[in-house]
């Protein structure tokens, strides 16, 4: 275990009709001027962002709106929110909606308050300065109400990267667990399966001794094996949505993940694959995860081997530990494919002649990039073509 | 799982010689004016004290100092600390030390800041005010460096009893593993009881459906498991120390306790233990929890019988569920004894023509109370009296 530093100060109000605390928490975290950041029409439908209005105006807040953050959110609406929040002196962002919104909502609160391009944080600038943050969750997957990250893609040559900061953090994140439940199955599952990436990518560590922060990623991906496949089943059931949720911001906040190096090359990968052919991220880290793995898999057999057992319930091969290493990623795809996710290239719409082009920009960015993607293990461009190949 | 609200705005410095950042995080947390707490001769012979000294001088912060705390800290110091505060001007209090340190630190804290007797927090008035608070960890055990707690004996009729309050949570807490290494196994292995016991008193629930935080707490005592006699063998082995200081953190922090009623039984009678006979409040937990598990296994044999397969590895014996729970129940047992706790009544120097008192206190409290100590069960006087014949 090596040492690290752990800050995580976001207020959480969990359960039913919480989404109506909205403006006594914005007021609590010194918001007067709000920016309410969303998505498409059904936070407008099901009535979300009228309920979150009426609170704000309860507490004599007053707000400006920003709608149409698609999913793989654009850089191009992160500049118009930067500007209104100029334009208008807003000093509080909401973001109501999913890991897109409150990503693009991150990146107006930085670009807000920083004189050259925001896009300089997602080429590795740190953020430390936001303007404060709010968010009305409504889909368990990218953990952003509770970390310190933020994906953006810019228009320019598609290119999706993240920035990280401590201003990232959110004041207060809010998690209602039925605001979840209309989601269509797909998305839902695109959720779980990204919440279990989160896991993953941490789980795969160079660092030894790491016994604690193993066992809760465990403890986490047991989880989302036992309620995953109720929500599939029974879209309504507010249990299984309510233990994905919490576990998801778990996942992400790091407190799990904390004094170990971790992966991240399935994101980075997968990154490619939604910015090129925009699926959702979830749905490309099904089809990513389980051919990094193969690929990287002999780096340490025993790693593998040991989650393929504890979380996977496989019995130990003590002859062939590469053999239970192998069913436990088995395992994995099989179980992402159960709950309705695309496991091969072909599924997810991707075409081989864009592997290499893919394979490049993963690398070397726009250019600039290092040629390596490091974490687990360290891959170059030919490794990524050849991880790409593994998912046909 | 229930709502919940959940705030843990602590920032943790985690590592060798980071108590050399006390200076830059009392800073970094608007304090100028300090008093140092601490205890007895350890931290200043080990030069742990003189380190923290120079790192506040080395920013400018001047400070005062009081020693002296002891275990199971006592509400005389604390007046002592409250008129410090008061005369000095001190505007933050860093406590060098543990468990009973920090919770001493925190009742000074809140006390400061308030016109009538602190120990009115201490019979239910919430803390919503208190001096800014930051720690330098010596023994993982209390969770105290993470939590909103703090418990406090009142030397008059030796009432041990606890407060509890947002503005209790440290601004920064500072854990170096290392600092634990010369802590006798007595007082390492009662802060192992101490974390296994605030996991368990979160396991024992009445609330459906709570999979994330019963795997999360499993994972947590598994940990415990595999790393407290390891530490127990080779005091020595930080990397032990290091996942043992997380998960003692992680325990007490309550992310794996929330959206779910608790227990707290074990520690309200253990409290008049350790009230009446001063032993190690882990010492006293050891010899507590087997018995009231005993006592309240058939409120919900299936509970038992889940932590004793998912954390002790026994086999479920569907035939007999209760015979599994017990198995669990005796695997705790065994276990507190192999790290060197006692598990009698005896052993702690305990006797038993007190049990009639300490049973009516844990009850009534001075006088006050309701009667019942309710959480996974609701205890009379006569059960607690039986629970307490149960040690001997």
Redesign the interface.
């Known amino acids: 275990?090596?040492?690290?530093?752990?800050?995580?100060?976001?207020?959480?109000?969990?359960?039913?009709e919480?989404e109506n605390k909205a403006g006594e928490l914005v007021k609590r975290f010194g918001g007067s001027k709000v920016l309410i950041h969303y998505g498409g029409g059904s936070v407008i439908k099901s009535g979300l962002l009228d309920r979150v209005k009426a609170s704000l105006t309860k507490e004599n807040i007053s707000f400006e709106e920003l709608g149409g953050v698609m999913p793989n959110p654009r850089s191009g609406l992160v500049y118009k929110g930067i500007d209104i929040c100029r334009e208008k002196g807003i000093d509080f962002i909401l973001a109501v909606g999913g890991g897109s919104t409150i990503d693009s909502a991150k990146a107006i609160a930085a670009g807000a308050l920083y004189d050259g391009d925001f896009w300089d944080f997602y080429e590795g600038k740190t953020v430390d300065k936001a303007l404060p943050i709010g968010t009305v969750l409504t889909i368990a997957a990218a953990g952003s109400e509770g970390s310190p990250d933020s994906v953006i893609t810019k228009e320019e040559g598609m290119l999706k990267r993240g920035a990280s900061g401590e201003a990232y953090r959110p004041k207060f994140s809010i998690l209602n667990p039925e605001l979840t439940k209309t989601l269509p199955p797909y998305q839902t599952a695109a959720g779980i399966t990204d919440i279990m990436a989160h896991l993953y990518e941490r789980y795969l560590t160079n660092t030894?001794?790491?016994?604690?922060?193993d066992?809760?990623i465990?403890?986490?991906l047991?989880?989302m094996i036992?309620?995953g496949p109720r929500v599939i089943e029974d879209p309504n059931n507010y249990?299984?949505r309510?233990?994905?949720m919490?576990?998801g911001m778990?996942a992400h906040n790091n407190?799990c993940g904390?004094?170990r190096t971790q992966d991240w090359s399935s994101h980075t990968i997968e990154h490619e694959l939604s910015a090129v052919y925009d699926c959702a991220h979830g749905a490309g880290l099904a089809v990513t995860m389980p051919a990094v793995f193969t690929y990287t898999m002999n780096h340490d057999v025993n790693r593998f081997a040991q989650i393929a057992c504890r979380v996977w319930d496989c019995k130990m091969d003590f002859y062939h530990p590469e053999k239970t290493a192998k069913e436990g990623i088995e395992c994995l795809r099989n179980f992402l494919k159960s709950i309705g996710m695309p496991v091969t290239f072909e599924e997810l719409g991707a075409k081989e002649e864009d592997i290499e082009k893919m394979a490049y920009t993963a690398c070397y960015g726009d250019g600039n990039g290092s040629g390596y993607i490091k974490g687990f293990t360290k891959l170059d461009q030919k490794d990524v073509e050849n991880i790409y190949r593994l998912m046909m």
């Open positions: 275990m090596e040492g690290f530093t752990f800050y995580a100060p976001t207020y959480f109000a969990f359960g039913k919480t030894d001794e790491v016994e604690v922060t066992r809760m465990e403890a986490l047991i989880t036992k309620e249990q299984a309510a233990n994905i919490w576990a778990m407190s904390v004094g």
